[in-house]
RNA sequence: GCCGGUGUGAUGGAAUUGGUAGACGUGACGGACUCAAAAUCCGUUGGGCUAAUCCCCCGUGUGGGUUCGAGUCCCACCACCGGCACCA
């Protein structure tokens, strides 16, 4: 019979869907495994094989971890609130949620059509009151223990989705999703503290089994600096205080900056005689948005303005400095000051050059600073004209310097970090409702838990308003309402929750996702908790895979979690790119549909070639030939069982083969070498084929295949009748025998001087004498003997000997 | 600029982590089957030299080095990719 998936692969499908065959059952005796993949944003297009990538490679980890005996909880969900949904509504005039709705049903059917074996009974949808109730529950407990909080500050703004920005949503000075410019919008937002976990979100890293480069960039995101900061009394009485990583240069500060919108310029008003400049500058750098302000950083063209009347005292040494706003300094950082020492920071360098700033040079070692900054942080520098510090070293004279600051009570060590607080609202119709109330009399007032959840209303337009408020404030009935505190007229919030707000905490839910006590039965979160093996895009290292770890430790420190972190171990996958390496896209017309290529070749087939398309990680291109290969590869096990030998035993030749595949296909799956291990499946059908296949090495092979390709092997199973105790995705994963994976004769590289002549055959765990008589009874080594003298022979066993001679005296 | 990664046949990629470079797949070439094509099956396929699938030489971005032995380790450079970017 020939192979014909759209045949079986349905049969199959259905009967998992209907047997529950991959249901997890919180407290089963069995040991757990939580494997999990990142849930998709129910788009318009449908699943792209970009998903079928990360998919398909946790649906093989999760196959194999069942046939291995574990109780795996596999779920599905969707991220279903967000912008292009919303857009896609106001455009169709189509209610979002009946959008949602509707690209749900789609992506489930597409997602089964690939043979996932996700518990559908765990299903979650970001933008179901019955979840999100809970995203707002915790919403409320952050607010309760102040790490929620509003505040009027200047934020990123998308001009085209006409929405604020997390910085983390911020790339290159544009919008990370819709790719605009992104302005500086002063706004009062709520923001929530992550700064405050932002120690220990670095530190828990070392305990976690995360791949290095995820753990490197959240550190580099989070960005900690250990440096000191240092008071410096201003002649209008008060003191400007400023962070610096280089207290040793402070003998080398010649000016100071402080940023346009320090606090401080306000209270100095009156004593600044040139205010009107002042405030033209500030104005001008208001204006700038975050592509200008980042745009050609290195060498940009430094601007300031110096304030007339003001100066500071560099408390070392009791001079006047001048000070300087300019937009090299910025607000968010720091102090949002900084004293500057042109001779040793290349910034400091370049705007003291072209104010005529005053040159000192403190630490020698490096040329002349009139010409170049000498930045060196090591032992190179040593310190000059720096009374008590000279002669140190610039690493000896940080601590020295800290000290005495901290002696006399003028500056004292400090710790920053890069990371700023979450932007937590969003102008937007499509998100969770944030569930405050503003009173007058009472400020912000959290409304009552038991009111949870508070309900996205239905309005009559979606757009976003040009004045920067959400869609909501136009819905009177709605906005008004009374104060949870003193029952008087009151206004609700009318910004929703970002998208990353839904996705911060899903993976508890599917824990137990028709509870309505709780976010999860404290029974089913110790049970299933930590997630074991999170696979993910290296795109939410900073944005969704932070946030969900913040809030998870923070859901940890008032007792609702049992784990300091929610991910034990993270795996990223590399991007597929069309075919000849570009990215996919719609104006390309590269884009692969998976159901295209289910049609022509089958689910099993796409599994296969997006799992042996190329090295995990990386990006991989497409290529509809390679897919064929995978197809034949199918088509030649398909075939292999009509021309079966009967016996239940390995045949000889292939034993050996068989327990060297068994070996190398379950490390492989463990590391992420999906590429191998079909390759290895590959290479073993190539031997049935060669040597003949028993009924024994076709079952072996089966169980070996089905996580790839569950639908075929579940097929022949049934067909050659190993089903008597159940399919192939329920037996035990086959194991091998140490011992058979050795032959008795091994073949050994003979070398000569490091360079390959020969090979020769010996007995296993042969010894040195007997390979070196084996070496030298061949012909090829013996003409290379003659006349020489062997000095040395390196034994690798079973593996190579390599002979080293020199002519003989 | 800083941090991280990668560089291997025509091509996607392997290489037990210092031990026979090119597994497996694609493509190409030759053959079988066929009236023919597709599909399938068998063989060949890094380069040079050669009548030869004997020898020999070269070969993992470039140049040095360590080692009996280097794709793998060290130093210097080049190219590309990703992240951060006036973070004091």
Not at 145 to 169: D, F, R
Request: charged fraction near 25%; hydrophobic fraction near 35%; glycine fraction near 6%.
């Amino acid at each position: 019979m020939k192979y014909d998936p759209s045949a079986i692969e349905k049969k199959w499908q259905k009967r998992w869907l209907e047997e529950k065959t991959f249901a997890a059952s919180t407290g089963s005796d069995k040991p757990k495994f939580y494997a999990l993949v990142e849930f998709p944003y129910p788009s318009g297009q449908g699943l792209h094989v970009g998903h079928a990538r990360p998919y398909t490679a946790m649906d093989v980890v999760a196959r194999k971890k069942r046939m291995e005996g574990k109780n795996v909880l596999f779920p599905i969900g969707y991220d279903a609130f967000g912008l292009p949904t919303e857009n896609y509504a106001i455009k169709n005039h189509i209610h979002p949620a009946k959008v949602t709705h509707d690209n749900i049903a789609n992506f489930t059917n597409q997602l089964q059509m690939l043979g996932y074996s996700f518990d559908w009974d765990r299903v979650v949808n970001t933008t179901d009151p019955d979840y999100y109730k809970w995203t707002q529950w915790i919403f409320l407990q952050l607010y309760k223990h102040g790490l929620a909080y509003k505040t009027t500050m200047p934020v990123n703004w998308c001009t085209s989705c006409k929405c604020v920005l997390a910085n983390e949503e911020v790339v290159e000075g544009v919008c990370e999703r819709c790719g605009s410019p992104v302005i500086r919008k002063e706004k009062s937002q709520w923001m929530l503290k992550i700064t405050e976990y932002a120690q220990r979100l670095i530190d828990d890293l070392d305990e976690l089994d995360y791949i290095d480069r995820v753990k490197i960039q959240q550190k580099n995101w989070i960005g900690r600096s250990t440096g000191a900061e240092v008071d410096f009394p201003v002649t209008t009485g008060d003191s400007l205080t400023v962070f610096t990583t280089r207290c040793d240069t402070l003998f080398g500060a010649t000016y100071m900056v402080v940023s346009p919108e320090h606090k401080l310029l306000e209270k100095w008003k009156d004593q600044i005689a040139n205010w009107d400049e002042v405030t033209a500058y500030q104005a001008e750098a208001a204006r700038k948005s975050d592509f200008e302000r980042t745009e050609l950083t290195a060498d940009k063209e430094k601007t300031g303005v110096e304030l007339q009347g003001v100066r500071a005292i560099n408390p070392v040494n009791g001079k006047e400095i001048p000070i300087f706003i300019s937009d090299y300094v910025l607000a968010s950082y720091g102090t949002g000051a900084i004293m500057a020492v042109p001779a040793h920071d290349t910034r400091d360098w370049a705007f003291a050059k072209k104010f005529g700033c005053e040159i000192i040079e403190v630490v020698s070692g490096g040329e002349d600073v009139q010409k170049e900054a000498f930045t060196a942080k090591d032992d190179t520098g040593i310190l000059v004209n720096s009374e008590f510090l000279n002669g140190l070293t610039v690493k000896e004279a940080i601590p020295a310097m800290t000290k005495w600051l901290e002696e006399k009570g003028i500056g004292r060590e400090k710790v920053n970090y890069k990371l700023r607080d979450w932007v937590f609202s969003r102008q937007r119709y499509w998100g969770e409702p944030i569930p405050m109330v503003y009173c007058e009399k009472c400020g912000w007032q959290p409304i009552s838990e038991d009111q949870l959840p508070l309900v996205l209303p239905e309005v009559e337009s979606y757009e976003p308003t040009d004045d920067g408020e959400s869609p909501l404030s136009k819905m009177t009935d709605w906005v008004t309402t009374t104060c949870p505190h003193c029952g008087g007229p009151a206004r609700r919030e009318t910004d929703t929750m970002p998208q990353w707000a839904g996705s911060s905490w899903y993976f508890l839910r599917y824990m137990d996702p028709d509870n309505h006590d709780a976010l999860a039965s404290k029974e089913a979160l110790e049970y299933w908790s930590p997630v074991d093996w999170y696979n993910g895009g290296m795109e939410h290292t900073t944005l969704h895979l932070l946030y969900s770890r913040f809030w998870h430790k923070f859901l940890y420190d008032i007792g609702v979690v049992p784990t300091k972190e929610p991910y034990a171990k993270r795996t990223s996958h590399g991007m597929i790119l069309g075919e000849g390496g570009e990215k996919m896209s719609k104006s390309r017309g590269n884009v692969i549909n998976p159901n295209d290529v289910i049609a022509q070749y089958g689910a099993d087939t796409m599994r296969t070639y997006i799992m042996f398309i190329g090295d995990f990680e990386k990006a991989a291109a497409w290529s509809d030939n390679a897919v064929k290969g995978c197809r034949r590869f199918l088509d030649r096990v398909w075939n292999l069982a009509d021309q079966l030998t009967d016996s239940s035993d390995y045949t000889p030749a292939n034993e050996s083969a068989i327990h060297k595949a068994i070996k190398k296909v379950s490390d492989d799956i463990e590391a992420l070498k999906f590429n191998t291990a079909i390759a290895t499946l590959m290479a073993l059908v190539n031997d049935f084929y060669a040597n003949g296949c028993s009924k024994g090495d076709m079952r072996t092979l089966l169980l070996l295949l089905s996580p790839f390709a569950p639908h075929m092997a579940e097929e022949l199973w049934e067909s050659l009748g190993f089903n008597s105790d159940g399919m192939a995705c329920q037996q035990a994963w086959p194991v091998y025998d140490e011992s058979k994976t050795v032959a008795s004769e091994v073949t050994l590289a003979v070398q000569v001087g490091g360079k390959l002549k020969t090979t020769i055959q010996v007995p296993v765990d042969s010894e040195q004498e007997a390979v070196l008589a084996a070496a030298l009874a061949d012909p090829k080594v013996a003409k290379l003997a003659d006349g020489m003298e062997l000095v040395k022979t390196i034994l690798v066993k079973n593996k190579l000997v390599n002979l080293i001679f020199k002519p003989k005296a």
